[in-house]
């Protein structure tokens, strides 16, 4: 069996039993058919002639057509040009063009794997496209969609190959992920009855992150619209999820561990599981948002007893007293609770907003925040110093699960003593808090971040503060993933530094719009910003000719 990594949380579908395939050459491209319009690709009268031309049933890539022996009455011919790149959204990265029918799907053709691992890649793209998935097999028939692994551990385990040639399909990876946006690409060309361009695309993404964020605590959303998404999401090659499910409106699963807070309006464990399960099948990993020392309103309105007071009496939304060992526990049992709902590798922390750090003297007006920080780190310790040990003490605790911790940019906080964990990778979303740092103040230090740009990339339900909702064009003509704040790149030293970005939505009000006004808005936003995290250089289509694929591509 092909050595390959595969992800922890993909949950397959059913597995396919047998010996692991040899994959068989696929066939020679015909540059020249007899007959006019022939029999389609593919037939067995193509087949034939491919024979003919060449006794090992196929030739070099790249390599001329083989010519053909005069015949002594001249017949009717067909000449094929050579193939055009295929339009899809992202945009591939190369594409080897030839001559050629290329390929379409009719019933009766087949999807057939090497490797039992890629049999939800297989039976997916057959029932989308019409075909019988037909599971392992080592024989070559006309019209065939073959997935494969590969033994090429160097290649980014998102890259994949794909060849359409002699009427057959190849799609090739050393990972099931590339595999699958394989079948992703190979589904936009034939969409509508189109063609898959004879030649070969070689493809893999330009950043490993490529996620969408979705408010679900202030609005909620159903479960069935999720999953709508999250097939969108699938079909765009994005591969990240993030559901903030806790804020001070709502409290949106079901929970185990303290049910008292749980919103009346939620998901069930069960619907989340199938989300999961749906998005695990689309290599999207579900990361789940409990946001901590702030928004934590809905926590508060259970337990009022955790609700950080200021030495006049006053009470901050959503803002925990962190000085209060029962905070730091029941954020705990709700991190330890949910880790095993969501078994991708990834915890957003939150962290920001935290209410306390948002007045000009947090010691004199929290001085028991003060108090604890002194306590717990020295006499010179502050309160910035105490929450910074808040967010490393909750990375601790995801960390035991086996997660990587992310947290916003504005619960970082310069000069402490307290210095936040290394490991914890930065979204870096805004530049308009307290003591606010450019991106490359993370970046020097080496840090890890993820861009949500709030000035392209924030859809945030009737436009509060200055949000206006995106456009795709705006994102398309002037975002990168180095514009992580306001409209200035960051110099391209840093640019291995950035993993990625992330269109978010937001729903300061949730009645501003439906949930399928939503969906309608961040269509093209979605578009345009999978299409420059994927392919790094400039669009080869204008804004105007994009937005008609994306419009054709439905």
């Avoid at 994959?23 to 389609?40: C, E, F, K, R, Y």
């Avoid at 057959?126 to 998935?133: P, S, V």
Wanted: aromatic content about 8%; charged content about 20%; glycine content about 10%.
């Amino acid at each position: 069996m092909s050595q390959h990594r595969k992800r922890p949380e993909k949950q397959t579908w059913g597995l396919i039993a047998g010996a692991v395939a040899v994959t068989v050459a696929a066939g020679v491209g015909l540059g020249l058919w007899a007959g006019g319009d022939s029999g389609p690709a593919g037939s067995a009268q193509s087949q034939a002639q491919s024979q003919a031309q060449s006794p090992a049933g196929g030739r070099a890539e790249g390599s001329p057509a083989p010519s053909r022996a005069p015949s002594a009455a001249p017949s009717p011919t067909r000449s094929y040009p050579l193939s055009t790149t295929p339009r899809t959204i992202p945009a591939v990265r190369a594409h080897t063009p030839a001559r050629g029918p290329g390929w379409r799907p009719a019933p009766g053709r087949r999807v057939v794997v090497n490797d039992a691992d890629l049999a939800d890649e297989g039976r997916l793209v057959a029932g989308e496209l019409g075909l019988t998935y037909a599971g392992q097999k080592d024989d070559v028939r006309a019209g065939d969609v073959r997935l494969t692994l590969n033994d090429d551990e160097g290649a980014d385990p998102e890259s994949y190959r794909m060849t359409v040639r002699g009427g057959r399909v190849a799609i090739s990876g050393s990972d099931d992920r590339g595999v699958f946006y394989g079948t992703r690409t190979l589904k936009q060309e034939v969409h509508g009855g189109g063609t898959a361009a004879e030649g070969v695309v070689r493809d893999e993404p330009a950043k490993p992150v490529r996620g969408f964020s979705l408010d679900i605590a202030r609005k909620s959303f159903t479960a069935r619209w999720i999953e709508d998404r999250v097939r969108e999401l699938g079909d765009l090659k994005f591969n990240e999820l993030q559901l903030h499910f806790s804020d001070d409106q709502a409290f949106r699963i079901e929970s185990a561990s303290h049910p008292e807070i749980v919103s009346a309006q939620h998901l069930t464990k069960a619907q989340v599981k199938r989300i999961v399960a749906l998005a695990a099948q689309r290599h999207i990993t579900v990361v789940p948002e409990i946001d901590s020392p702030g928004h934590l309103g809905a926590v508060i309105a259970a337990h009022p007893e955790l609700q950080l007071r200021s030495a006049a009496g006053s009470t901050p939304q959503g803002t925990v007293d962190i000085s209060n060992p029962a905070s730091a526990k029941i954020v705990d049992d709700l991190l330890n609770e949910y880790a095993g709902l969501f078994p991708g590798a990834f915890w957003h922390l939150g962290g920001d907003e935290y209410r306390a750090l948002m007045v000009s003297d947090p010691a004199g007006t929290y001085p028991q925040l003060a108090a604890a920080a002194r306590k717990a780190y020295g006499a010179g310790a502050t309160v910035e110093d105490l929450t910074t040990g808040w967010l490393n003490d909750r990375a601790a605790t995801v960390r035991a699960h086996g997660k990587t911790p992310r947290a916003w940019n504005d619960g970082f906080f310069r000069g402490t003593s307290v210095q936040p964990d290394k490991d914890i990778q930065v979204g870096y979303w805004t530049g308009k808090e307290i003591g606010a740092r450019q991106p490359v103040e993370y970046l020097s230090t080496g840090r890890k971040l993820i861009n949500y740009n709030d000035e392209f990339l924030y859809y945030v339900l009737g436009q509060p503060n200055q949000f206006y909702y995106p456009t795709g064009q705006r994102i398309y003509e002037q975002w990168t993933p180095r514009v992580v704040r306001g409209t200035t790149a960051v110099p391209s030293k840093y640019d291995g530094q950035i993993l990625g970005g992330y269109f978010a939505v937001w729903c300061d009000f949730p009645n501003a719009q439906t949930q399928d006004q939503v969906a309608a808005g961040i269509r093209m936003p979605l578009r345009a910003t999978v299409q420059k995290l994927w392919d790094p250089g400039k669009p080869a289509l204008t804004w105007t000719r994009f937005k008609a694929l994306a419009d054709r591509l439905g």
